[in-house]
């Protein structure tokens, strides 16, 4: 991961927005509140929605082939995707959809390095203080190994 000072737009005068979505409600206000921060800039956001699946655990490897695993992995992720695709669609902005499996926080920061993003946008799971240090939660951990800007959305 290439560690840098984002701007808030590129030289073209885009920005571009990490969403992590999980399809559920407070995802999608994030992905409401992103389409709305769009609305204040020179030029629309293009949005890029990324939605992140856990590896399998343990021996299930030895019982499902990899093609049918991954196969799995991509038809949740897109299910997951699938009401925040919707959102931008009807907001008409330009978006892209992703679908990755690993370790959740070194997967968006990784696509926000490989797809150029200004800012991760995601949702507050709504811990307080003292539970989400104990369960590190995502967005705890975004916010100490970032290198761009989090903007923690209450949904």
Not at 21 to 30: F, I, K, N, Q, T
Not at 56 to 84: C, K, S, T
Request: net charge positive; hydrophobic share 45%.
């Amino acid at each position: 991961m290439t560690r840098h000072t984002p701007k808030w737009q590129d030289d073209s005068g885009s920005t571009r927005l990490l969403l992590p979505v999980d399809g559920s409600a407070r995802s999608l206000a994030a992905v409401r509140h992103a389409i709305a921060l769009s609305t204040t800039q020179r030029s629309p956001a293009h949005l890029v929605l990324l939605n992140v699946q856990s590896p399998v655990r343990g021996n299930i490897g030895r019982f499902i082939g990899e093609a049918d695993l991954r196969r799995f992995h991509e038809d949740e992720g897109r299910r997951a995707l699938a009401r925040a695709s919707r959102l931008v669609t009807e907001a008409d902005l330009h978006y892209e959809t992703h679908v990755v499996v690993g370790d959740t926080v070194a997967a968006i920061l990784d696509a926000a390095d490989r797809h150029s993003c200004q800012a991760i946008v995601l949702a507050n799971r709504g811990h307080g203080s003292v539970a989400g240090m104990l369960l590190g939660s995502v967005s705890m951990r975004l916010l100490h190994q970032s290198a761009w800007p989090v903007i923690l959305v209450r949904g």
